[in-house]
């Protein structure tokens, strides 16, 4: 089949790659001819394990262009482009131009919307073009992003006569769920906001741990989560969420349920809370980092880890808290973020290591953990949990004892 893919971020790239992988030809367009060319010539814009390799893989079947004519002749249109928050609000502006322009280029391709929209946008576009909009809402992560597309937990496709089109995800071998626009559109943002909830409460308990002698987080995430009604997913605490979905859906879930009368009260607390999240760990760490000229390493930049992406990350809130606190000597180490604008970056690790006096571990990736379990001649900060006390030392641990 001929498939088109219109906006190359995340979604739309991973979404090109696997629809490649299958043996579909696929042509990829976006707006931005930067991007475009780039793209040409091999240079992939984002950081994801596996996604050059398969891109590469699948070359001979791919092509880009920055102009809607490509997309004439394809069996399907999916529509991957962003979704902005204006004034707490989604724009879903993009996505309906995106389906006009597509609907002017070809009236028989038909239009898949993977861009997380608030209910009722695919009907919106459905109206203006008059004619059926498949919805097919995106559940991958970064970072696990090709392993969350080839074998999804679930796929959900909203719209009318479907079927033929949930076909092409067949291939996972995971549960379909076909259903109407308004579902599918809602069941994403019910998803990521449960997730949210989840986080927002575990770091809750943390903090409760941190009062309670001998109480560990890390136990009680496991004592819950091996309750199947509970699981462990997502129930990890540590900074708060990040990333350029979770903080964006919530509100754009609590908004949109305003907009209709309904007050989701656990979403907005949710929200609330992780807010706070940044804060109320710079209040601890100003009692164990007392002088401010010390020397202050930072592990990790983006938001979580396996990825290069820093919007929303939280590890940069906490950066710049740390600074309005007042303390002056701040570097930072990331594996795979080399630039960011205001923040002094050490490529050496282990150097970097040697000369600090206080380490942050603000992401997950595994290579902290090897570098730090048997450091014991510094104070170690553990954001993330990824170290065991039992071996390393730690000044603080989220969700361990902490005495005022
Ligand atoms: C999230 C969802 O997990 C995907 O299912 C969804 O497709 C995607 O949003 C989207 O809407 O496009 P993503 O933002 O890539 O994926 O990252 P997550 O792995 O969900 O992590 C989000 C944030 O929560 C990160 O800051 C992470 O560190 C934090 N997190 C996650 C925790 O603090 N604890 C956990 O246990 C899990």
Request: overall charge neutral; hydrophobic content about 40%.
């Amino acid at each position: 089949m001929k498939i088109s893919i219109v906006g190359l971020g995340y979604v739309g790239l991973v979404t090109l790659a696997v629809m490649a992988e299958l043996g579909h030809d696929v042509v990829g367009l976006d707006i931005d001819k930067n991007k475009i060319l780039g793209l040409k010539s091999g240079k992939i814009p984002i950081y994801e394990p596996g996604l050059s390799k398969m891109l590469e893989k699948n070359k001979e079947r791919i092509s880009y262009s920055d102009s809607y004519e490509c997309i004439k002749g394809s069996k399907y249109s999916f529509i991957c482009v962003p979704t902005p928050t204006v004034n707490e609000r989604i724009d879903v502006h993009f996505v309906i131009d995106a389906g006009k322009e597509i609907n002017n280029v070809d009236s028989k391709t038909n239009i898949v919307i993977k861009s997380t929209v608030i209910p009722g946008t695919a009907r919106k576009l459905s109206e203006e073009i008059d004619r059926g909009i498949i919805s097919n809402p995106e559940f991958l992560r970064e970072g696990n992003a090709l392993k969350d597309t080839m074998a999804p937990d679930r796929v959900v496709v909203g719209g009318n006569k479907v079927e033929e089109f949930a076909k092409i995800w067949e291939f996972t071998k995971s549960p379909i769920l076909i259903t109407s626009n308004e579902n599918a559109e809602l069941i994403k943002y019910a998803s990521n906001s449960f997730l949210a909830t989840k986080i927002s409460f575990i770091n809750q308990i943390a903090d409760l741990c941190e009062k309670i002698p001998n109480a560990d987080v890390k136990v009680i995430e496991r004592g819950m989560g091996l309750d199947k009604r509970i699981g462990m997913e997502f129930l990890k605490a540590g900074t708060g969420f990040g990333g350029s979905c979770f903080p964006k859906d919530t509100k754009a879930l609590v908004s949109f349920s305003e907009d209709l009368g309904i007050s989701l009260s656990i979403v907005k607390s949710t929200i609330d809370y992780n807010e706070k999240r940044i804060p109320i760990i710079v209040n601890k760490l100003k009692k164990i980092i007392t002088q401010k000229n010390s020397k202050i390493l930072i592990l990790g930049l983006s938001f979580k880890d396996n990825t290069d992406d820093i919007r929303e990350s939280k590890s940069l809130e906490l950066i710049r808290n740390l600074e309005l606190e007042g303390y002056r000597d701040i570097w930072a180490y990331d594996p795979v973020v080399t630039k960011v604008e205001g923040i002094r970056l050490i490529s050496d690790l282990d150097s970097a290591i040697e000369d600090s006096e206080y380490i942050i571990v603000a992401t997950e990736w595994p290579l902290f953990s090897e570098k730090l379990q048997f450091v014991n001649d510094r104070h170690i900060i553990d954001l993330r949990r990824v170290l065991e006390p039992v071996k390393t030392k730690l000044d603080y641990g989220v969700g361990l004892y902490f005495k005022d």
